[in-house]
């Protein structure tokens, strides 16, 4: 798409943060005013829109893309949407450790047991933890628990927190992330510990690397978008 226009504001009012395009509102694609919850929010999603050059690139702006869906997509089904980020609970990542070899089980154990330990204080839940890829059973309350944390989060928080849950493949990872106190970049590479591992042994071809550079670049935006909607 070309771009049509020069100005890019941030209007402050009662329905929130809006962007504005030469005085007029940006919309979603369902039509409704990008309004944003915080002002910090709303000029992130405003410099996206500053940095267009000739032509729009919905690709490069990952903020807007997310402030659509928790507008458009979210906000009208936030229970529905959120039961299925908690539903990552029954099968977290972090209950699921490798039979072997002793290096990698305790890599997955350092780095992910002060995790679930974290998880276990603020949620008041435990957890049941295997080795190997057999399905097990978390007690019921710890995903009632789980899945009432997450329903309380806001549209916007929940876009951000359905990135960083699907990416790492952990309920806990990402409410570690959104809860705050834990460093984001040690998250992520806790996370992809078995990947390192298969690196390590095997080595990494061009094309995977890069995928996995886009992952951690995702991961990073998602986190970013958390923090701007926290503030």
Not at 67 to 74: F, K, R, S, V
Not at 88 to 111: F, I, K, M, N
Not at 150 to 163: C, E, H, I, N, Q
Request: proline fraction near 5%.
């Amino acid at each position: 798409m070309k771009r049509f226009y020069k100005d890019v504001a941030v209007i402050s009012g009662g329905a929130g943060h809006e962007i504005q395009l030469d005085g007029r509102p940006v919309r979603t694609p369902a039509r409704a005013a990008l309004a944003l919850p915080t002002v910090g929010l709303a000029e992130a999603v405003a410099d996206e829109w500053r940095r267009q050059g000739d032509a729009v690139d919905p690709r490069s702006m990952p903020f807007t893309g997310l402030a659509n869906g928790a507008i458009d997509q979210i906000a009208p089904n936030r229970e529905s949407f959120a039961a299925g980020i908690a539903n990552y609970g029954t099968s977290d990542l972090l209950c699921y450790r490798a039979e072997g070899p002793a290096e990698l089980v305790s890599r997955e154990a350092a780095a992910w047991d002060p995790l679930l330990d974290w998880a276990r204080q603020r949620y008041d839940v435990t957890f049941r933890v295997t080795q190997g890829i057999i399905p097990v059973d978390q007690p019921p309350e710890t995903l009632e628990r789980l899945d009432a944390a997450v329903k309380a989060y806001d549209p916007f928080t929940l876009a951000g927190l359905s990135t960083l849950v699907t990416l790492s493949g952990s309920l806990v990872c990402g409410l570690a992330i959104v809860e705050g106190g834990h460093d984001a970049d040690a998250i992520w590479t806790a996370s992809e510990i078995d990947e390192a591992w298969e690196v390590e042994q095997w080595g990494e071809d061009a094309e995977a690397a890069a995928r996995a550079a886009r992952r951690r670049e995702e991961f990073a935006m998602a986190r970013q978008f958390c923090e701007l909607v926290a503030q």
